[in-house]
């Protein structure tokens, strides 16, 4: 049964008529048009569709709408300001850390997560962070190196 769910997309306050246990990923894409969120495994597995929920990672196919009621959510189409990208945006292109660029909306949010609480994360950190975002195009060297530029851009530089 349809309800109407109000939380802050990239922003702006909206309201969403939907049943609330419909998974986020597809009100971000089917309800409200917002198609960089991907869906991958569908299960919570592969990261693809990561958001940011009052900050935090989550796994938009595995979240249903009603759980973000009142929340602010980020996806990587509110990441980018005035249409210059996010220095964590940036790295990506810079480190050629976007291959097929399937997984590279999850794998930017999440980094940004990471880095806006810890912009000297080290390498470790970094990985222990992008753990639940899967590459199957083996870009990962490019993308702990592009995560790493982003947080020295960000304040990181020791």
Not at 57 to 74: M, Q, R
Not at 87 to 101: K, L, T, W, Y
Not at 112 to 117: F, H, T
């Amino acid at each position: 049964m349809a309800q109407t769910t109000s939380f802050t997309l990239n922003g702006k306050a909206v309201r969403v008529t939907a049943d609330p246990g419909r998974m986020l990923v597809w009100v971000l894409r089917h309800n409200l048009g917002l198609t960089g969120t991907k869906v991958g495994c569908g299960a919570g597995l592969c990261g693809a569709c990561t958001v940011l929920a009052n900050g935090e990672p989550i796994f938009s196919c595995s979240t249903p709408l009603a759980d973000v009621a009142g929340k602010s959510v980020l996806t990587i189409e509110g990441l980018s300001q005035g249409g210059t990208l996010h220095p964590v945006q940036r790295a990506f292109q810079e480190h050629n850390a976007v291959q097929c660029g399937y997984c590279t909306p999850g794998m930017i949010l999440a980094a940004y997560a990471l880095l806006k609480k810890k912009p000297r994360a080290t390498r470790a950190e970094i990985m222990e962070q992008l753990e639940g975002n899967l590459c199957r195009c083996g870009a990962h060297v490019r993308i702990l190196a592009a995560v790493e530029a982003a947080g020295k851009e960000m304040g990181g530089a020791l």
